[in-house]
């Protein structure tokens, strides 16, 4: 066992309670009382007191069980993982109101627990979260929902991170699902009426990988035929509750063939060290099972999360408005994020205060056997990285793998 894993630190719940800036919202989710939300949050830190605090949140869940997390806490850093208001499943989430709830999570750091720096840690989707958020926080664009809707961001006060790291990210959820869609089903209500030429896992069908890039092209552009689609569908939808006099309405549906990106079939495809497979198992199997992306969603999160047209975040667009250092690990063997998304969110950072580094051999969770030499090395480069900008949480040099 390595001295990472060793070492002490202290877990504490605790609640973000705060209120919806937009009174009399519609509520999309279970748990909130009145005009609050309440988030489920943790802190983990060590043994020592610190000004500062590394937070991160995501999609789903909280991260405060990710390995990366846990050992910045054993290594004497203090860390926040906030949950947002959907965690329990992000079939209702909207991206604004995550963004709302990362907010409040910040000021409470800032004015209830005493925190005077804040680093933004985004792990994997929770990437393009926290730098929307933190362009957001510089730059003002997002003044609607993806629907055109008030939203409470628009009135939410967003204190600016003093740093802001970005672990393994993608660019956007939306960016993200348009290349794992099934561009082969014709038919969304009948999943099982596809295209034979563009269906990946059909045993007898031609061409097989390594794919020519004919093919690649011709199969990109009918999943964001797909996407767009989907799309149209879900305006068309709202239309019509407006138009019957309810403005509110929602309707939930479901989006089959959500884990079929060629690449996952195809090596030489936006090459790493990752091995064949999707990150959540056979992507033949995980195309049209329950635990795949977006496979439960509603008509205004669809353009929130989904839609390639109408989401408004996008770590690659955000990019060029955050101002502060900025950190990017890319995890070498990754088979969820794309090279090509860590690359372009990397290159889209104007400032010179960025650094890159690459965790040779990494998989995307740091899962599995040979992978805690992994992660203590990309728990060096954060180190390395906090330490000369002041913002490092007191660090422990005897914790080092």
Not at 128 to 145: H, V
Not at 196 to 215: C, G, I, T, V
Not at 221 to 239: C, D, F, G, M, P
Not at 363 to 383: D, M, V
Request: hydrophobic share 40%; glycine share 6%.
């Amino acid at each position: 066992m390595s001295r990472v894993e060793a070492t002490a630190y202290t877990r504490l719940p605790y609640l973000v309670v705060y209120q919806e800036a937009v009174p009399g919202a519609v509520k999309d989710v279970y748990g909130s009382v009145g005009e609050h939300i309440a988030l489920q949050a943790q802190l983990m830190r060590g043994e020592a007191d610190s000004d500062t605090v590394v937070i991160s949140m995501h999609q789903i869940g909280s991260q405060a069980y990710l390995p990366i997390f846990s050992g910045l806490a054993r290594q004497g850093h203090h860390v926040i993982c906030c949950a947002n208001r959907y965690t329990n499943g992000d079939f209702a989430l909207q991206t604004e109101n995550v963004l709302a709830d990362l907010a409040a999570c910040v000021r409470d750091a800032k004015q209830r627990m005493g925190y005077k720096k804040v680093v933004l840690a985004g792990w994997s989707g929770g990437g393009s979260l926290i730098a929307g958020y933190q362009a957001e926080a510089t730059d003002r664009r997002i003044t609607a929902n993806a629907a055109g809707e008030p939203c409470s961001l628009a009135q939410a006060e967003l204190p600016k991170a003093d740093a802001v790291m970005l672990l393994a990210p993608h660019r956007s959820r939306h960016h993200l699902l348009t290349e794992f869609l099934d561009p082969s089903i014709v038919d969304e209500q009948d999943p099982g009426m596809r295209d034979p030429e563009l269906y990946l896992f059909d045993p007898a069908r031609s061409p097989k990988p390594p794919f020519d890039p004919a093919f690649v092209a011709r199969y990109r552009s009918a999943q964001v035929a797909r996407n767009r689609k989907i799309t149209a569908w879900v305006q068309e939808q709202l239309t019509a509750l407006r138009a019957k006099g309810q403005p509110r309405a929602e309707r939930a549906f479901i989006v089959h063939g959500t884990m079929a990106d060629p690449r996952w079939l195809d090596l030489t495809m936006d090459p790493n060290e990752r091995a064949l497979g999707s990150y959540i198992g056979p992507p033949h199997q995980a195309n049209d099972g329950l635990a795949a992306l977006a496979r439960y969603t509603s008509l205004r999160s669809w353009l929130s999360q989904w839609s390639l047209d109408h989401a408004q975040v996008d770590a690659v667009d955000a990019a060029a408005r955050i101002d502060v250092p900025t950190l990017v690990i890319v995890n070498g063997a990754d088979d969820a994020c794309p090279t090509t998304h860590t690359d372009a969110i990397f290159n889209a950072i104007r400032h010179r205060q960025k650094q890159r580094h690459v965790i040779a051999g990494a998989n995307h969770y740091y899962s599995g056997s040979g992978q805690k030499p992994c992660l203590a090395k990309a728990l060096e480069h954060i180190g390395a990285w906090l330490r000369p900008q002041g913002l490092a949480s007191a660090h422990r040099s005897d914790t080092a793998s």
